[in-house]
């Protein structure tokens, strides 16, 4: 019913930036929030940045001042701008779309997660 396909990871050295790109397709009515996630080896899934639908966002403090979120309501896409990236940023990146209501099924929401992308950030 819907996908999530994210692009833009990949290996890059300490102190690089990449740009994270999540787009969803389906029959999509409205999304409420998009976000990302990551999971790094042994670890747990943590939040990375969330951003709603009208623009408010919410980061970690891990990645606040490195990280911005951004998204394009009429493609139903975000965007994770990543800067002065460090090692410790090495995690499988996971884009994440709350509240998504259907054209079918438009009073109801339901949540959705993406495949994950690999960023490995090289010292």
């Known amino acids: 019913q819907v996908q999530l396909v994210e692009s833009g990871g990949g290996l890059v050295q300490a102190g690089g930036s990449l740009r994270l790109s999540c787009a969803a397709s389906?029959?999509?009515?409205?999304?409420?929030?998009m976000g990302w996630y990551r999971q790094a080896p042994g670890k747990q899934r943590e939040l990375v940045a969330t951003?709603?639908?009208?623009?408010?966002?919410n980061y970690a403090d891990s990645v606040k001042g490195r990280f911005t979120i951004s998204r394009d309501n009429a493609k139903n896409t975000v965007y994770l701008q990543m800067n002065s990236l460090t090692p410790e940023d090495t995690a499988v990146y996971y884009c994440?779309?709350?509240?998504?209501?259907?054209?079918?099924?438009?009073?109801?929401?339901?949540?959705?997660w993406g495949q994950g992308t690999q960023v490995t950030v090289s010292s």
């Open positions: 994440k779309a709350d509240g998504v209501a259907l054209t079918w099924r438009p009073w109801t929401g339901h949540d959705y």
């Open positions: 389906g029959s999509i009515f409205s999304i409420n929030a």
């Open positions: 951003i709603t639908s009208g623009g408010s966002t």
